[in-house]
């Protein structure tokens, strides 16, 4: 047996889980044990929301399937740096119903590790390559109306990067939706551009411009607000990769306030969003980031530990009165 196996058996997993000052009815909590997993507590809590929102409605199986969505999670110990030992997620169900709160968690952390794979590539290929972070948006639109608006938009998009002045050689594209203030979406484009360093020469553009080129695309009749900002190092852009790739709607949003106009705004959302593309890339990033417009099939990251280790499981179940994963012994 391996050193890190050998630390790995029952007398070792016992000895990191701490004596209760009480005695625990039904096991120590995951957030005790490990700091970095305090988000299963708070994103399981956010889809037993989501799912109460769909009981006794059209989408009842995705209410089903989020009931048992992430119930029970086995943990190995696995080597982390020298000298440590962390929690690793070896097995889980999940649903992935778009809306559950820890599905999304967990494709936009499988998003983001692919995407950190591939960057070292893309800079080694392209060392001259600078990148923006482009923020797109529009006014408004009724939530009965979200789809034609993200339609109208894409379009709008696919219009501006054809268009002769457009600096980006490649780019990656998602979606947010926000609720306003009214009760309405607010749909936007977070976009991570790659541009020739010759952008920030003769071919660079004011706001003005960008705003210009933006509503021209769009072919509306007002100035659509914009933002864009250019990295000041290659070592921001592994921040601003995970600011593209994250939730399309912020928890909140979705679950509001239990009132029975916040259950309608979420299930047109439902509606509106169904088999909406939630991330494009484009340009010469095709050849370095394509896989990151398909649904990550393991969301749990087991290619990051070649070795499977069969000792030293954790096991936890979720505890909803409580809104904790406890242990189980």
Known sequence: MSDDKRRLDGSFVRSIIPPPSKPKKDGIPLSDLSERDKPWDVHRAESDRIEQHYQGTEFQSYADR???????????????TEGELRLKLYSARFCRVRTCMVCCWRKSLRWKAKAYQMLPRFI???????FLFLTLTVKNCEIWELRETLDWMNKGFTRLSRLKAFPGEGWIKSVEVTKGRRGDAHPHFHVLLGVKASYFGRNYLSQKKWVEFWQKSLRC???????????KSKDSLVGLV???IKYQTKPTNLIGHGRAEDRDWFLEYTRQMHNTKAISVGGIFRDYFRELEKEPEDLIGRDENSDDLDEGHLYFGWKRKQKKYKLID
């Open 221 to 231: 009749d007002y100035k659509p607000i914009l933002d864009v900002q250019a990295l």
């Open 242 to 244: 995970a600011e593209v």
């Open 66 to 80: 989020i009931h048992f969505c992430s119930d029970f999670l086995d943990f190995i110990l696995a080597p982390h």
């Open 124 to 130: 080694d290929d392209h060392p001259a390559y600078r």
